[in-house]
């Protein structure tokens, strides 16, 4: 089976959302579907709930982009989004 990075689509709202606990690398998030407002945003945590060391806050509204970090995390990783709609995004890591 070939090796590579992991994925898991969001369909976000407002919950919070763990993708992997534990070491790992973020290498991307990709917007499939904007949201509403230019006030909806998803917070990256480098922890195993929505809370504690933040990775980055993504405007969601800014359009549909590929947004790449290669960065690694210690903790685990978390995804919250305060929103107004739904928004698509898919988060590939390590």
Request: net charge negative; charged share 10%.
């Amino acid at each position: 089976m070939p090796q590579g990075f992991k994925y898991l689509n969001v369909n976000a709202t407002t919950a919070g959302t763990l993708i992997k606990t534990g070491a790992g690398v973020l290498h991307a998030i990709c917007v499939n579907q904007k949201s509403g407002t230019s006030t909806d945003t998803m917070t990256v945590y480098d922890n195993t709930a929505a809370s504690g060391t933040i990775i980055g806050t993504i405007n969601l509204s800014a359009g549909q982009d590929v947004l790449l970090y290669d960065v690694a995390f210690q903790t685990g990783l978390e995804v919250k989004c305060t929103i107004t709609a739904t928004a698509d995004l898919t988060i590939v890591y390590l």
